[in-house]
């Protein structure tokens, strides 16, 4: 099965701040990287996704990047505001069967001041 | 409108009782997931179904049980076998395949045990 690992636990920046979130993962032919962003008591929605054949990725003020070799990858968010403070969370997944099977990492909850 | 649903959205349990978690989709989606979420655990995966009648179990899967009769619904017993039940659990669905896809999420059920 699959293994994520997703660090930090909790990431505090100010208004303004870049934030960098940071996952890795233990099977090597996992092809799907998404994030999620869940906000206070709703459910988690998906921001980016970045595939098994793609460096790095960008949509407006957030990007992914994604090292295969190391089997890391990495969420990064400029010019924070303070709607983007929520918990995030990684997945990836590729268990025995050939079948994609989202595992997440256990999260950070970013907190951005204003 | 194309989603997931899952009822009710609060549940309270009395010691020793089964209690059962509703989850529809009408995505068309060939599979579907049970996450449980505890606070700095993450989303912790219970049991999955690829495709209709068939599933299988997750990384927490004891003290629960699931069906997948119909394409669209893929409930979950909470039996009282399960230690401590109290959590917020999460339903999704995919695509379906070897390769990955977004997932999409209910709103959640928070199971309380009193």
């Known amino acids: 099965g699959e293994n994520v690992e997703q660090h930090p636990s909790t990431l505090s920046v100010q208004e303004g701040d870049s934030a960098v979130i940071k996952c890795t993962y233990s099977d090597s032919a996992s092809n799907y990287f998404p994030w999620y962003k869940q906000e206070l008591g709703k459910r988690p929605q998906l921001i980016i996704d970045i595939r098994s054949n793609v460096g790095e990725k960008k949509d407006q003020r957030i990007a992914v990047t994604l090292n295969k070799t190391a089997k890391h990858f990495s969420l990064h968010i400029t010019e924070t505001q303070p709607e983007d403070s929520a918990v995030y969370f990684c997945?990836?997944?590729?268990?025995?069967?050939?079948?994609?099977?989202?595992?997440f990492g256990r999260g950070t909850s970013l907190i951005v001041h204003p | 409108d194309g989603g997931i649903t899952q009822s009710p959205k609060y549940l309270f349990r009395k010691e020793g009782q089964n209690v059962t978690l509703s989850c529809e989709q009408n995505?068309?989606?060939?599979?579907m997931y049970w996450y449980r979420q505890d606070p700095g655990q993450g989303l912790r995966l219970i049991y999955y179904s690829q495709i209709v009648n068939d599933f299988q179990k997750g990384d927490i899967a004891e003290g629960y049980s699931v069906s997948r009769e119909k394409k669209e619904s893929f409930p979950l017993t909470v039996t009282s076998a399960q230690k401590n039940p109290t959590a917020f659990y999460l339903c999704?669905?995919?695509?379906?395949?070897?390769?990955?896809?977004?997932?999409?999420f209910g709103q959640g059920t928070r199971l309380t045990v009193v």
């Open positions: 995505l068309n989606h060939d599979a």
């Open positions: 997945a990836a997944g590729l268990r025995s069967g050939g079948s994609y099977i989202p595992t």
């Open positions: 999704a669905s995919t695509l379906g395949g070897a390769v990955g896809t977004e997932a999409f």
